[in-house]
């Protein structure tokens, strides 16, 4: 299983928690595959205390990757593009029939550009 964690080009904060997520997900499958190890050498009670950890926290990889990002996403973008300069600007590149909203509905884009 290969997970890549998310870029949103208008939504920082939720390519972080993505790759954050990827992070933990990673370590998770590590976590995984020593528990397996201590299980089946001389420490097999770390090995089964560890197992249950290397679940959840690939649970809480799989939600941070898949869902979590979705939801900051769809606000984060909607903010940014609406009221910084910058991404207005980036959306305006991207979309350049949308060129009269943005300036319109983004005061800090129509006093720059």
Excluded: H
């Excluded at 299983?1 to 992070?23: C, E, G, H, N, Q």
């Amino acid at each position: 299983m290969l997970i890549i964690y998310k870029r949103y080009l208008y939504a920082p904060k939720a390519t972080f928690v993505s790759f954050i997520s990827y992070i933990i997900g990673l370590g998770s499958i590590v976590l995984f595959l020593c528990s397996l190890g201590m299980i089946f050498s001389d420490k097999p009670l770390i090995g089964i205390a560890a197992t249950p950890v290397s679940g959840c926290l690939l649970a809480l990889c799989i939600y941070g990757w898949q869902f979590l990002p979705e939801k900051l996403a769809k606000t984060e973008t909607i903010k940014n593009i609406t009221t910084t300069a910058k991404y207005g600007r980036l959306y305006v590149k991207n979309n350049p029939e949308q060129y009269t909203y943005i300036r319109t509905v983004n005061p800090a884009f129509a006093n720059k550009y």
